[in-house]
Structures are given as C-alpha cells and as structure tokens.
C-alpha cells in the first residue's frame, strides 16, 4: 500500500485533485479515527479530518518522502487535532461530553429511555477502558476497532511495522478484556447487591 | 501441534482474520482437538464484538472525499506549523543535520554566556597594566619594571608612567620613589620587588620600602607575605625578609595584620612578624634611623610636574578653593590704622610653576575696600618666603576687624602656595 501512495502524491503535486481524492479515500478512516481519538466526544471528529486534508493538501510540496505520506499525515490530524481542541479550549469546558449530548434518534426512541442510557453506559465503558491503555496502544486500538483498519492500513498510516502493530493489538486486546471483564464483574457485584437491599 | 500459548498468542491476529495462510492452518488444527483454547478464542470473540458494536455508531458516517475536494480551492492559509510536522517527519539524516545545527548555536550561545560571566568574574587588577596612577620621580642605579605577569622586564626610568598591575625591582645600590595619585610618595631602597595592584594597594615581595601615603577617602594597604597593613594618611616603612615583615610608623597611626593577630600602631612603633605567629608586641625605636636612605631621595623636578599635570590634576572643587584670613586691627584698646599687608609661606624647594592670586580686602560690613594680584613668579624665588601688599592711597582707618579672600588664579600654573600667616602693618 505504502508504495502505491508515491505515485498518487506526485500527480497531486502536478494539479490533480482527483488523485488527492483518492489518498482522501484511502486515509479518511484513519484520519477521521485520529480526529476522533482526540475530539471524539465534542462531535468535531468530521470537521478535524476534513481540516486536516485541507491543510495536507496545501502543504503537500513540502512532504520530503512521497512514500511516506500515512505517517506524515497522521503527524497532520494529530497537529489539526490538537489545535482545534486549543481553539475551543473554552467551549469544551462549559459542554456536556458526547454520548449524553447525543441527539436523540429514532431508534432511540424505539429502544425507550432505558435502552439510550444502557447504550451511553456501555460506550462510557469502553472509553474508559480505552483511556487505561497505555497511550502507544490507544491509536491502534482507535483505528482497528472505530473504523475497523487492517494492519496493514494502520502500519501505512502509524509508520509503524505490520509485526509491531500485530503485537501491539494483541497486547492491548488482552488488557482491553481484562479491563472490561473487571467492569462486568463490578457491575455483577452490583446488581446482586440492589435487590439485596430492596 | 502448536503449543496453547503460542496459539494464545495468535488468537487476536485470528479474530482479525490477519493470519497468514500456513498460521491459520495450525491455530485451526490446535483449536480442533483443545476446548480450553477453543473456549478463550469464543470469549475473546465476544470481547471483541461488544467493543465493535459499541464504537460501530461513532464510525465515520459518510465519504469525505466529496466535500474536501469541493473545499479545495478556497482553502484557508495555514492554521499549523506544517514545517515542524515535516521536520519530524523528515528522514533521519535531515533530523541529525537540524539537530547539529541547533546543537551548534546552542553551544556557541552557552560559550558566549560563559565568557561574559568570566570576563565579569575574573580578578583583573593584579595582572593587566591598566589605568596611569603615578610617575617615577626618582631613579638611582639598576631599576627595572613588568607590565605585566608574562612581560619581559624593562628598564624604568624617571618620569615614566606607573600603570596599574606592574611590578618594580631594584637591584643592588639602586633605589626608586614612585610618586602615586594621592599624593603618595613611595620610596624603595635597593634589592626590594614590589607590586601595585592599583594606586591604594601593593604587595612588597622583598626588600625595604618607605611610604607616606596620601589621605584619602579609601584607605591605603600593604601585603607582605606575612601580614597586612592597613593605613589612611601616614608615613612609615615596611621592611621584608623572606618570612619576616618590620613594620616601623614614622608619623600617623598604621593597622597591622596577620593571620592570627592585628596590632594598631602609633608613631615611633615597630612591630616585626614572623610567619603567622601572635600576639604581634611593639616596641618603640628611633625611627628616622633605618630610614636615612629615604630622606635622600628628593624628587625630580620635572617628574614631579608631570606627576601633578597628569596624574593628579586638579578637581572642580580645589579649583574653587580659597583661603579668608582675617587680620584684627585693633591693638591695645585703639584701633590701627593700616598700611600694607604681609603674606608668609614656607618654599617649597622641588616645585615649580606656582599659581598666582587674586587678594581681596572687605572692612568689618563686608565692604570691599581694594583688591590685589600677586604673580605666581613671585613663589619661584626660593629665597623668598613673604611679599608686601601695599594699601593704595591713604591707610585704611577705622576698622576692627579686616576680611583677606585669597582665591588661586591657575594661568602662570598649578602649583599652590599655603600660606602660613598673613599679618598687617599698623601706624
């Protein structure tokens, strides 16, 4: 894959912007995860990664290795990312964090009251248990099970090798089942407790 | 067959469907005949699959590709250092080539810190010939000076200049006197080193030195190898001999230091130290005789007027000196009426190149009756020690008490004159 961006960044480089459509093609899943690892919960995930072609497209003739584009643009969304969060460092203190901030949907009301709570509560486990992993592993993590990357799309996008991301995911899988059995355990705990006191 | 744990080990690349084909074939083959791993495989499914389903409505919604395209054209300037994200991702010779470079004006900025600090910190009077502080006014046999740690020695004459950080010797039968800013007059007799650190501090290394020292708001300091002599305004005599320092007053009072003990001096004392043994006991001596050979050296003229042209000239406030005297008439119940006016000085048989005065007489009401210029030549007559201001006309009569302004006029030259009495004729 990797070797298959070089030829489409320089026909960018020479005005053409259907060539640029396809990078966006082939990267929106992993910019867009990155912007969500960053800015997910404020809903601005979309508006980062779009920013962050923009700006990778106008920056494009100083990328020094073409065939090094992924981890360059990774390095972009990370920047885009960071920026946007430093923006609107005000906004984000006074706004309630996605998923409360959900707009309720169809299936939301189909599912009742009780079935939108249980959804934001299982998404608040898995964030948690995402934000426990050590932070080389969150990335990864991000991109595999968010937009569903191979290891090969995320070793073109991290820069890292297809072997390092293979044991990375198997590490973090481990401890992603570890920390979420622990809650189910905990949350166990918890309901055999309530009727208890009823 | 494969082993449980390196089949454990593959178990998320299976769930990923990321084996490779030969992989696949052994964790199929283990799977087959071990329910346990077939179990932990099933549970890490499901893990999986509750963390797919959960994030699975945060995925992206839509295809970007459209709408960044659209955007293209009218994109905004940039809003990030797109340079800094290249540099680090640039490759791993450019980064080294940056990292020299920023290294390199680091160390030339941290270099340039460090010699401001030491430039600022370094003890600079001892070794570098600095400021003019003094003349050589007398000069007798072999006598030769450094200008600086390092120099070769240079043979000093009279009237050359003194610098701060030189360092004077004298040889055998050959004696010097160095006239410094103050005035001090310091005179060496032979076979004695000496260094000045500036024109109110030197180090005797060895021989015997006499010094009268100038009064000044800083005080004056001699170090021996042994000790250290503090004084204000006085005359007295240091004598150095390896380990041994005499010290002698002639006239004042001198301060005397070693390691362990001080000890104030008055005139005619003499103290000796020994290395840096105390208590430091005095005795009293016939101090001129050791310093017979001092009072001999008188100095040279010219050097002289050139020590108070150059070195010591005269402040804004000394050039507005005056003198008042004030000369009572009155005598025996009556009052005198007066003539003329007599001015007494002691010569000063070095010096030339006086100044001459502006004399102006007031009566008791501070009425000016008449005024008087005496030339400076007159102070250059050796011979003579009083002159004659005659009163113009008629006597001045009537009058208690007259008033004598004396103010120097510097065009014939800078030397003073202090007088000594002024006294009127009465008839």
Known sequence: MQQEDAPLVFRCLEGDTEAYGDLVARYQGAVYATAYYYAGRYGAAEDIAQEAFLVAYRSLPWLKEAEKFGPWLKSIACRTAVNWLRRNQMRIMNETPLPYRRTVSIEDAREGPHGALERAERFERVQRAVDSLPERYRLPVVLRYLQELSYDEISAFTGESRDEIRGVLQRAGRQLRELLSDLDASKGEESAWHPARK | ?427
């Open chain 2, 1 to 427: 067959m494969a082993s449980c744990t390196q089949v454990k080990s593959m178990l998320q690349a299976c769930i990923d469907d990321e084996l490779s084909a030969s992989e696949r074939v052994i964790v199929e083959q283990h799977l087959a005949q071990c329910d346990a791993c077939a179990a932990v495989l099933r549970r890490h499914q499901q893990s999986a699959a509750f963390l797919f389903e959960v994030l699975a409505e945060h995925r992206l919604g839509r295809d970007l590709r459209q709408s960044v395209l659209d955007h293209l054209p009218e994109m905004d300037p940039l809003r990030i250092d797109v340079n800094g994200v290249n540099w680090r991702e640039g490759s791993p010779t450019a980064r080294r080539g940056r990292l020299v470079q920023v290294l390199s004006v680091a160390a030339a900025v941290v270099l340039v810190v460090l010699a401001g600090v030491l430039y600022v910190t370094w003890p600079h009077y001892p070794d570098s010939p600095g400021e003019a502080i003094g003349v050589v006014t007398y000069s007798e046999g072999e006598v030769k000076y450094t200008p600086g740690q390092g120099a070769a020695r240079i043979l000093a004459f009279v009237k050359g200049i003194v610098k701060c950080g030189e360092r004077y010797e004298t040889g055998p039968r050959a004696r010097l006197m160095l006239t410094l800013r103050g005035p001090t007059n310091l005179k060496m007799n032979e076979n004695t080193s000496l260094r000045l650190f500036d024109d109110r501090r030197v180090r005797v290394e060895q021989g015997h030195v006499w010094l009268s020292v100038g009064r000044d708001e800083r005080p004056f300091r001699v170090e021996t190898p042994t000790s250290n002599i503090t004084v204000i305004g006085t005359t007295f005599d240091v004598r150095v001999d390896g380990e041994t320092t005499v010290v002698t007053v002639h006239k004042g009072r001198v301060l005397v230091e070693n390691e362990v003990a001080s000890r104030e001096l008055g005139s005619g004392e003499r103290v000796s130290l020994v290395g840096s043994q105390g208590p430091l006991l005095a005795r009293l001596v016939e101090a001129a005789i050791t310093t017979r050979w001092a009072e001999l050296m008188a100095p040279d003229h010219e050097a002289y007027a050139l020590f108070l042209r150059e070195i010591q000239p005269r402040t804004v406030a000394e050039l507005q000196a005056e003198q008042a005297f004030v000369v009572i008439t009155k005598q025996d119940g009556r009052t005198r009426s007066i003539s003329s006016f007599f001015f007494t000085w002691l010569p000063d048989p070095f010096l030339s190149g006086h100044c001459g005065y502006d004399v102006h007489i007031y009566n008791d009401s501070m009425m000016a009756l008449f005024s008087h210029h005496i030339d400076g030549s007159v102070f250059a007559n050796k011979d003579e020690d009083t002159y004659e201001i005659q009163v113009p006309g008629e006597p001045i009569r009537d009058a208690n008490v007259l008033h004598l302004k004396v103010i120097p006029d510097f065009d014939a030259g800078g030397i003073e004159t202090s007088f000594t009495k002024v006294s009127a004729l009465g008839i």
